[in-house]
T-cell receptor
Framework: AQSVAQPEDQVNVAEGNPLTVKCTYS??????LFWYVQYPNRGLQFLLK??????LVKGSYGFEAEFNKSQTSFHLKKPSALVSDSALYFC?????????????FGGGTRLMVKP | DSGVTQTPKHLITATGQRVTLRCSPR?????VYWYQQSLDQGLQFLIQ???????AKGNILERFSAQQFPDLHSELNLSSLELGDSALYFC????????????????FGPGTRLTVL
């Protein structure tokens, strides 16, 4: 069975500083990996995904994520954080051979960006 | 706005009751997924329908059922409700859902917040 771990419940960063939200995964075989963001009282918004190819994936709102197969990680990054980036971030995995295409989510990481 | 709509936004009901949550996928999407978000269980996959047929089942209770209609909208039925069923229920949709559609992005609706008193 697949699983996703987001080891930090909360990440605090000052506006303008770089941010990293960590994600590690466990699947049988190759994974498809996704990041979503959830703002208060809103649904999940898709940020980016890794399917294959370049390990550095660029997504919406200046976010990017780096796939590291040897460390089974897919950390979300942004060079310069904005106060408006404050939200709940979810990493998700789907095994390549998953016939049902369902996503398995991590527990979420709350990002707090302070002015 | 993802293009996925869910109604109602909020639902308050009593234990033992039955409710129906409705989801309309993005135009052109054939798959609908239901997820439950609760404080203790996090985000969990419940069930997927693809072009009217059940495609995959997750941690869905026997008291819960779903269906996808010919116009591709979906309904999630929750019966004999318990306090622990209080949660945010999300619907998501994607273009495909059959074999080879694993790269498809799932787009989420705003959710229905269910409160069971």
């Amino acid at each position: 069975a697949q699983s996703v771990a987001q080891p930090e419940d909360q990440v605090n960063v000052a506006e303008g500083n770089p941010l990293t939200v960590k994600c590690t995964y466990s699947v049988s075989g190759n994974p498809y990996l996704f990041w979503y963001v959830q703002y208060p009282n809103r649904g999940l918004q898709f940020l980016l995904k890794y399917i294959t190819g370049d390990n550095l994936v660029k997504g919406s709102y200046g976010f990017e994520a780096e796939f590291n197969k040897s460390q089974t990680s897919f950390h979300l990054k942004k060079p310069s954080a904005l106060v408006s980036d404050s939200a709940l971030y979810f990493c998700a995995v789907r095994p390549v051979n998953n016939a049902g295409n369902m996503l398995t989510f991590g527990g979420g990481t709350r990002l707090m960006v302070k002015p | 706005d993802s293009g996925v709509t869910q109604t109602p936004k909020h639902l308050i009901t009593a234990t033992g009751q039955r409710v129906t949550l409705r989801c309309s996928p993005r135009s052109g999407d054939l798959s609908v997924y239901w997820y439950q978000q609760s404080l203790d269980q996090g985000l969990q996959f419940l069930i997927q329908y693809y072009n009217g047929e059940e495609r995959a089942k997750g941690n869905i209770l026997e008291r819960f059922s779903a269906q996808q209609f010919p116009d591709l909208h979906s309904e999630l039925n929750l019966s004999s409700l318990e306090l622990g069923d209080s949660a945010l229920y999300f619907c998501a949709s994607s273009v495909g859902g059959g074999a080879g559609a694993g790269t498809d992005t799932q787009y989420f609706g705003p959710g229905t917040r269910l409160t069971v008193l």
